[in-house]
Structure formats: structure tokens, C-alpha cells
């Protein structure tokens, strides 16, 4: 089983529906995961339907006992994170401040404070509308340990892809450079960078590349929207000489991309697009590098 994870250094690059594109070329052979779990929005395109969900725990967070709780005050001034709030002279606890730490049970002298498990998020398994095993999740307003939910997304991908012998799990990852993305690129078989020519999307590239090749991973790229900007699109293949990332594909501007997206399907579902046919020889290049 091979892991191919699409990540971009900043967002609004196409990633997510070139992800999905891949996903439906791949066909019976792949198991599809959205780590983006901070915005996941490939269910728009696929449009699965969930088989089982999950709550996600990971972290703890302090509640305070009311009727225990003597309104000592210490809890709150041994606080780093200004979690303790006195409403009406009573203290409680501002969830999304607290940070689990556990000082303030601690210290509090009835033992009215206790740390619980936080629930942040749930995962889902589902099957997309093309019949392939797909697992996605949605993080909590405000929550952390994106990069843990992101982990759990992934371990449930790879266990359902032995499990039915697919050869494939397509991760869609976050964009950017944080905790998010180091988890989806843990454990890949080869990354596909998705950048646009611009300023930013090259700054970006560079920027997300650097943490690729902390993990020694395999890299090509895929340049979306080549034609609108043809010097800084010549800059990005000097680019990917340097660093020996394999050019996928240019993907000329089409407007196309905005129809189909606005009927919840791929572009490579349009028969009449300009871009299906180098979305699906990069797809082949992929499959061709990794076996």
C-alpha cells in the first residue's frame, strides 16, 4: 500500500479538487482521507455518505465543582492562560482558554477541580458517491490537537486500505506549514505540491518544500493556472529543477474549474475541459513513480 499525500504551501491553489480529480481516476484502487481537518470541504465534491462517526478526544480541560469549590481564589492565580474567570464571584472555567494543564487542581485545597477528557472533533468513515472508502473528520470551533485528529484520520485510512487490499491511500492535507501538514506528510510515499504562479504561491512552494524534505519524501508538483502568469510560472520550473521535484503537469486557467465546482463535481467528470487530460497523466506519472 502506497500513501500519496497533496498539500500546497498556501490555500486557494486548486489542491483540494485536483485531490478529488485523482481520487476518481483512481477508481476501485484507493482509499480517499481529508486531513484537512481545520476546513474539510472534499466531501462537497465526493459526496459520501458516512457508515460510522466517532468522537475524538485528545487533551483535557478543567471543570470546576460548584458546590465543592470554596471561592479561595487560587486557581485563578496560578492561571498562566487566564483561564479562570470569576462571573457573579463565581469561578469558572473559560473552555477555550484552558489549556489542561492541571495546575489549578492542583492547588485548590477541596479538590473541586478535575481534569476531563476534551472532546475536539469527530471522525467519520464513509463511501464516496464513486463507492470508494473515504475518511474524513471535522475539528471543533476553537480546538486544538488538529495534528492528532489528523493522525487518527490517517491510521483509519491505512487499516481500511489493508483491510480490502486497496494499493492506495489519497491524502488531501492542509495547506501552509504547521502542525496539520507534518502530520499528513508522517509515514508518505511520495508528496504532490499544487502551487499557482504567483508571488506568494512560489514563496509558499519554497517554504512547504523545505518541510517535505525534512521527511525525505519524494516530491512532484503540479503548476495550476500556469498561463496566467508564464514568468513566474518559468521561475517555479527552475524551481523544481533545483531541487529535483518532478514537474507533473501546468494546468492552463479554465473557467471550467468554477463550473464544475459549482455543480459538486471534478473537473475531470467534464468531459469538454482543457485540464482533464494533464490531470490524468499526472495521476499515471504518480502511479508510474511509485511502482
Excluded at 480529480?21 to 476546513?39: E, K, N, Q, T
Excluded at 486500505?161 to 492542509?174: E, Q
Amino acid at each position: 500500500m502506497k500513501e500519496i499525500v497533496v498539500i500546497s504551501g498556501k490555500g486557494g491553489t486548486g489542491k483540494t479538487s485536483i485531490t478529488a480529480s485523482f481520487a476518481v481516476l483512481a477508481g476501485d484502487d484507493v482509499v480517499v482521507a481529508d486531513c484537512d481537518v481545520d476546513a474539510a470541504d472534499m466531501h462537497i465534491l465526493l459526496q459520501p455518505e458516512n457508515i460510522k462517526s466517532e468522537d475524538f478526544y485528545s487533551g483535557e480541560l478543567a471543570v470546576i465543582d460548584e458546590d465543592a469549590c470554596i471561592q479561595c481564589g487560587k486557581c485563578f492565580d496560578v492561571c498562566r492562560f487566564d483561564a479562570v474567570e470569576v462571573i457573579n464571584d463565581v469561578h469558572t472555567i473559560n473552555e477555550l482558554s484552558c489549556e489542561g494543564c492541571g495546575y489549578c487542581a492542583r492547588v485548590c485545597p477541596t479538590e473541586a477541580i478535575t481534569n476531563e477528557p476534551l472532546n475536539v472533533g469527530k471522525w467519520h468513515v464513509a463511501n464516496t458517491r464513486f463507492n470508494q472508502p473515504f475518511v474524513h473528520a471535522k475539528l471543533g470551533i476553537g480546538a486544538d490537537n488538529s495534528g492528532k485528529l489528523v493522525a487518527q484520520v490517517k491510521n483509519i485510512a491505512k487499516e481500511t486500505a489493508n483491510k480490502n487490499n486497496k494499493p492506495y491511500v489519497l491524502v488531501d492535507g492542509s495547506p501552509g506549514v504547521g502542525c496539520p501538514v507534518v502530520s499528513s506528510l508522517s509515514g508518505a510515499h511520495f508528496v504532490v505540491l499544487v502551487t499557482e504562479p504567483s508571488v506568494s504561491g512560489l514563496h509558499d512552494l519554497k517554504r512547504v518544500y523545505e518541510l517535505v524534505k525534512k521527511f525525505r519524501i519524494k516530491a512532484g508538483c503540479i503548476i495550476n493556472k500556469a498561463d496566467i502568469n508564464k514568468d513566474i510560472a518559468s521561475e517555479i520550473l527552475e524551481f523544481l529543477k533545483e531541487e529535483d521535484i518532478v514537474h507533473l503537469s501546468n494546468l492552463p486557467y479554465d473557467e471550467t474549474f468554477t463550473k464544475a465546482m459549482t455543480d459538486c463535481k471534478t473537473i475531470v467528470e467534464i468531459d469538454d475541459s482543457k485540464i482533464k487530460e494533464a490531470i490524468s497523466e499526472s495521476w499515471e506519472k504518480i502511479k508510474e513513480i511509485l511502482n
